[in-house]
């Protein structure tokens, strides 16, 4: 009996230091990061994870517009594939588009398809820290009605980083587009940045900043030739004089992290800044699948 009660004490005093071990191990930053929610197309994470993302989008447009106004939905569903711990092979457009434009009412269409690769050359786990580049190239299969499928395409190059600081985490993306037919397409550097805060797994709350810079006027003809403005992340007009604008927006939102592989977006932005162009405001909801 005597034997019995300090074996069982050992074997009590075992769980408790392995619960003390378990308690105390270090957890992974990246366990309480979060992808980006706004500017699904062009601000992608720098993190390597396989996911599938359905998003729903709606857009008011500004009445400044040369629509006079309107507003947009999108359906789309976004597909990421972690090759290995640093590879991933990424689709972020694609979709449906519903567009309402003023007197430009009732076009609907798919939008443009895109498909490329990122790879992590940092991932300092211990300094909280990953930097990863990638290229992507948008094909021109969207349709015309909704402002799709012009040109021969553009090529996205982008850096995605993000650093944490405990719970806080801030994550960016610099990139420029760069259209195969510059007649047709106009090239743009974006730029975007978000500052989260691992509040809890159900709301983890964000604020994010979007800009896209265009570089060139298109030679185009119809309401492009006398845009001043682009069509900031899911339109590339060919605007013919929105060379040196910058079109910006500020926004928040939220996570929660509903499951272990499923996270559930809402991102609400408004465009800063003049001129105005396609975008007033806008709400995003998504979810993110992981597999």
């Known amino acids: 009996m005597k034997t019995l009660k300090i074996t069982m004490a050992a074997v009590g005093a ?18 309480m990061t979060i992808s980006p929610v706004l500017n699904p197309v062009f601000f992608e994470s720098p993190h390597i994870r396989s996911g599938v993302r359905p998003i729903f989008m709606h857009q008011n447009i500004h009445k400044s517009f040369a629509t006079g106004g309107g507003d947009l939905q999108l359906y789309a569903a976004e597909v990421r594939w972690a090759v290995n711990d640093r590879l991933a092979i990424i689709a972020t457009k694609d979709g449906y588009v519903d567009a309402d434009l003023g ?5 609907g269409g798919f939008a443009d398809i895109s498909l490329g690769a990122k790879y992590a050359v940092i991932d300092d786990k211990e300094k909280q820290l ?28 982008f850096v995605a980083a993000a650093k944490g600081y405990g719970k ?3 994550t960016g993306n610099v990139g420029a587009r760069i259209p195969n037919d510059m ?3 106009t090239a743009q550097l ?30 185009t003809a119809g309401i492009p030739s006398i ?15 929105a060379a040196g604008k910058t079109q910006a927006t500020l926004g928040l939102g939220f996570r929660s992290r509903l499951l272990a592989n499923l996270d559930f977006g809402f991102g609400w932005e408004k465009a800063v800044g003049a001129p105005k162009s396609i975008i007033d405001d806008r709400f995003t909801i998504d ?4 597999f």
């Open 14 to 31: 075992g769980m408790i230091a392995m619960g003390a071990v378990a308690q105390d191990a270090p957890v992974d930053w990246t366990d």
């Open 103 to 107: 007197a430009l009412s009732g076009r």
């Open 130 to 157: 990953i930097v990863t580049p990638g290229l992507e190239l948008e094909l021109p299969f969207g349709n015309e009605e909704v402002f799709q499928g012009s040109g021969k395409g553009e090529w996205d190059l």
């Open 168 to 170: 806080w985490h801030v």
């Open 183 to 185: 007649s047709k397409n």
């Open 190 to 219: 974006h730029y975007s940045l978000q500052l989260d805060n691992y509040v809890h797994r159900y709301f983890i709350p964000f604020v994010a900043a979007n800009a896209f810079t265009t570089l060139n006027g298109a030679r």
């Open 227 to 241: 845009l001043n403005t682009e069509g900031f992340d899911l339109i590339n007009f060919g605007s013919g004089n």
């Open 287 to 290: 979810f993110i699948i992981g």
